[in-house]
């Protein structure tokens, strides 16, 4: 989807937008600017489609949606918010998420993170910014090679940054693709 004119005179760069699914986007928007985000509008687009875009207290764009049909949702390996208050993050996404949260984890020189579940399963974590990050949510895609899905970013014309393992021994490419919307690759 090309940005919104107005978000490229603010200097927005390329970038996913997460969209989370709730009851009630007017509610939901509302309960999370009074924890101090801020609104960027909503709409309701032609195939009913109704959302509003945020960007939480943290920094990070997201968005909160309720579809009148069902969107095919291509599923991420794992979700990472870089904030810039991880433990203000983990309070307002478990209170108006109802978000479970784990035992947060140390990787050294990549920061300390606090992984989050729903239905019982991990399926990201939220990590403080770092020197050269700034805040966003960070969609790492499932592939079976990290080395080869890596040299078809680079092909594409995209950048391939750090490589680290996970403690649980996944590897993961951080890339930003040709445009420079930042992702990661996860084997």
Known sequence: MKLH???VARGARPHWLGY???DDV?????AFIERGATSFGQWINPEGLEAAVLRDPGGALVAVAKSAREYPSPESAWCLLHTSNAERATTD????????FGEAFDLG???RFHPFA???ADVGAMT???PGVHAQWLFHFAVRDVDLAA???RASGGVVGDVVTTPDGKRVAICDDPQGAAFALMG
């Not at 007017?26 to 509302?30: D, E, N, P, Q, Y």
């Not at 996404?93 to 479970?100: E, I, N, Q």
């Open 118 to 120: 729903w239905d019982a």
């Open 151 to 153: 040299d078809e970013v």
């Open 109 to 111: 020189a990549h920061g």
């Open 93 to 100: 996404y478990r209170d108006l998420f109802d978000w479970c």
């Open 20 to 22: 989370l699914g709730v």
């Open 26 to 30: 007017k509610r939901t928007a509302a």
């Open 5 to 7: 004119e107005q978000a």
């Open 128 to 130: 403080e910014l770092r």
